[in-house]
């Protein structure tokens, strides 16, 4: 999410070192739910972590948009994709752009629909690969490596689609979209929001995922929706959970996120339900855009589950019969 600092400040937890106890317990809940009608393996922890140990890693170099460190991530989505059998969307994965004279490119993968009406239809799951690469040097170490921003919503969508490839129970098509050039202003999404509307597409749905890392607070639901009050998509998305996956924060909307995020180009041009999801909310994580958003400030466990007890929710919406999640000004 941009230009959070200022609001961080305002809400006094950036890198203030208060040690907040967070709940492990919610983590563990949906781990135990392996098992799905059709049998399919759902998202396993070490994949995760993995996933995480590489684009989190120093050899990445905190992945900003024009350097060498964003290639290898881009290489590594690139790679994930084809060992999934998800497809290309355009003549490569890479949607590429041109931003402060860098080279810039988006990673889209595609999943046709196995409906033949509604796979004319798509969804799609976003989130931005690249980072801030250098940030305020702690103890000699300068590398912003953005484990939490964003490579935890990468690997989010990454899981996703490993997931819908497997099981083919996609009925409209999924395009999986990480984003370059985010933390330069939503650039990269810009970029492919326009492309897309100008491609006509017809797009029913875009959740973006920021800063899904860490978990709130026990008495608090798993995670949030921006846009919250804009359209009903949170209330769609839990009856399809069947429980409560995402709610309202009031600094959300007070912050104005919905417009800080990569959802936003897709609302621009599409004037659809686009919002971001997170679990970050202003309490629970105190490194962001510093060099301690390290791998190990990442709760596997939570991650694990939360990627999980979302799938219900996008398979839901993925398949629903008619476009019912729609913006409240329509
Ligand atoms: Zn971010």
Redesign the pocket.
């Known amino acids: 999410?941009?230009n959070l600092i200022i609001l961080l400040l305002v809400a006094g937890i950036y890198s203030c070192g208060s040690k907040k106890e967070l709940s492990k317990e919610s983590s563990k809940v949906s781990i135990e739910a392996k098992t799905t009608d059709s049998g399919v393996e759902f998202v396993k922890l070490q994949d995760v972590q993995q996933a995480m140990e590489y684009m989190a890693s120093d050899e990445l170099e905190g992945r900003n948009t024009g350097s060498a460190g964003i290639e290898k991530a881009a290489v590594y989505i690139e790679s994930f994709f084809k060992e999934n059998n998800i497809k290309p969307y355009f003549e490569t994965y890479r949607d590429s752009f041109k931003v402060k004279k860098l080279d810039g490119y988006n990673v889209v993968g595609y999943l046709e629909g196995n409906d033949k009406d509604l796979k004319s239809e798509f969804v799609i799951l976003g989130a931005?690969y690249d980072?801030i690469g250098v940030g305020k040097e702690v103890d000699g170490d300068t590398i912003a490596n953005?484990a939490n921003?964003?490579a935890s919503?990468t690997i989010a969508v990454l899981e996703w689609a490993r997931y819908f490839a497997k099981t083919k129970s996609n009925k409209r098509s999924v395009l999986f979209t990480l984003y370059s050039a985010?933390?330069m202003g939503l650039k990269g999404s810009e970029h492919l929001a326009a492309k897309l509307k100008e491609a006509g597409i017809d797009l029913y749905t875009m959740i973006n995922f920021?800063?899904i890392g860490v978990p709130r607070a026990e008495k608090e639901t798993m995670a949030y929706l921006t846009g919250f009050n804009l359209s009903n998509m949170a209330e769609k998305l839990n009856e399809y959970a069947k429980n409560d996956v995402v709610g309202f924060l009031p600094q959300a909307k007070s912050y104005s996120l919905f417009k800080r995020?990569d959802n936003y180009p897709f609302y621009q041009q599409f004037k659809i339900p686009a919002q971001a999801i997170s679990t970050f909310d202003f309490t629970n994580f105190e490194f962001y855009h510093h060099v301690d958003d390290e791998v190990d400030k990442m709760d596997f466990n939570h991650m694990t589950s939360f990627m999980n007890r979302m799938i219900p929710a996008l398979e839901g919406m993925i398949n629903a019969a008619t476009k019912e999640i729609r913006m409240h000004n329509e």
């Open positions: 999410m941009r931005h980072h953005g921003d964003d919503g985010e933390e920021e800063m995020s």
